[in-house]
């Protein structure tokens, strides 16, 4: 894993499909009971709490047509970039670029998980998330090696007590830093799907809050690893959504 993959997201492309033969056509469900009585029986394989009422349905649906088409555009970005499309690419342009297409993949994730979960509270517990993984049947976890950047002494400042301050500042929470320091400074291989998930939740909080910058992506040879925990996200909810054909 590492490198662009089309297996990946043809596999999300392909079982979404699957799911909305079940919907189709859209809106379908907003007058027809009996549709979401079989849309709801399917639901609640993720949470019993699901219920057969239009809006409900709609309400889920409507959350799973985001959060899949926000990770299906996320690995389907084959060179991911940000920046002046008319001069040829910065190579601070492309690490910000595969940064970001994590934190559009976690997005989608995230909102997937949560409509499945019947969890539509602005905070996500946890719990939510490592149901949701626990309910997708998933292979074992192919592990994830940390990088070996040659020099981590900037590296283990970048995480300890002097920049603590502007970590909380910047939303990267002490667990975050927790996943990052045990995988990054201490060389732990992340070996399961809540591991994974956990290190991707962590690494798109540091770079969508402005912790994390492509300058240090670059030095700590982290480039590969965000785009494979990309399409970890993606199998999980290929996983998942097979669970409802």
């Given at each position: 894993?590492g490198?662009y993959?089309?297996?990946i997201?043809?596999?999300?492309?392909?079982?979404w499909?699957?799911?909305?033969?079940?919907?189709?056509p859209?809106?379908?469900?907003?007058?027809d009971?009996?549709?979401?009585?079989?849309i709801?029986?399917?639901?609640?394989y993720f949470?019993?709490d699901?219920?057969?009422?239009?809006?409900?349905?709609?309400k889920?649906?409507?959350?799973l047509?985001?959060?899949?088409?926000?990770?299906?555009?996320?690995?389907d970005?084959?060179?991911p970039?940000?920046?002046?499309?008319?001069?040829?690419?910065?190579?601070?342009?492309k690490?910000?670029?595969?940064?970001?297409?994590?934190?559009?993949?976690?997005?989608?994730?995230?909102?997937?998980?949560?409509?499945?979960?019947?969890?539509?509270?602005?905070?996500?517990?946890?719990?939510?998330?490592?149901?949701?993984?626990?309910k997708?049947?998933?292979?074992?976890y192919?592990?994830?090696?940390p990088?070996?950047?040659?020099?981590?002494?900037?590296?283990?400042k970048?995480?300890?007590k002097?920049?603590?301050a502007?970590?909380?500042?910047?939303?990267?929470?002490?667990?975050?830093?927790?996943?990052?320091n045990q995988?990054?400074?201490?060389?732990q291989?992340?070996?399961d799907?809540?591991e994974?998930?956990?290190?991707?939740?962590?690494?798109?909080n540091?770079?969508?809050h402005?912790?994390?910058?492509?300058?240090?992506v670059?030095?700590?040879?982290?480039?590969?690893?965000?785009?494979?925990?990309?399409?970890?996200l993606?199998?999980?909810m290929?996983?998942?959504?097979?669970?409802l054909?």
């Amino acid at each position: 894993m590492g490198e662009y993959s089309k297996e990946i997201p043809e596999n999300l492309r392909n079982v979404w499909s699957e799911v909305w033969q079940i919907f189709e056509p859209d809106n379908s469900w907003k007058d027809d009971q009996s549709k979401c009585r079989i849309i709801k029986e399917k639901l609640v394989y993720f949470s019993q709490d699901h219920h057969d009422t239009p809006e409900h349905i709609d309400k889920v649906i409507k959350a799973l047509c985001r959060g899949v088409s926000l990770t299906q555009a996320a690995v389907d970005w084959q060179n991911p970039h940000i920046g002046d499309d008319s001069s040829p690419r910065k190579k601070h342009e492309k690490l910000r670029g595969i940064q970001w297409q994590l934190v559009i993949a976690y997005a989608g994730f995230e909102i997937t998980a949560k409509g499945l979960m019947n969890n539509f509270e602005r905070k996500t517990k946890p719990e939510i998330i490592q149901d949701f993984i626990n309910k997708c049947n998933l292979p074992s976890y192919q592990k994830l090696e940390p990088p070996t950047p040659k020099e981590k002494s900037n590296l283990e400042k970048w995480l300890n007590k002097e920049d603590e301050a502007i970590a909380d500042f910047l939303g990267v929470t002490a667990g975050d830093a927790r996943i990052i320091n045990q995988w990054l400074v201490n060389s732990q291989a992340v070996c399961d799907w809540e591991e994974a998930v956990k290190l991707a939740k962590a690494l798109r909080n540091a770079t969508a809050h402005g912790f994390l910058q492509p300058t240090k992506v670059g030095q700590w040879k982290l480039k590969s690893s965000f785009r494979t925990l990309a399409d970890n996200l993606a199998e999980i909810m290929t996983s998942g959504l097979r669970e409802l054909v």
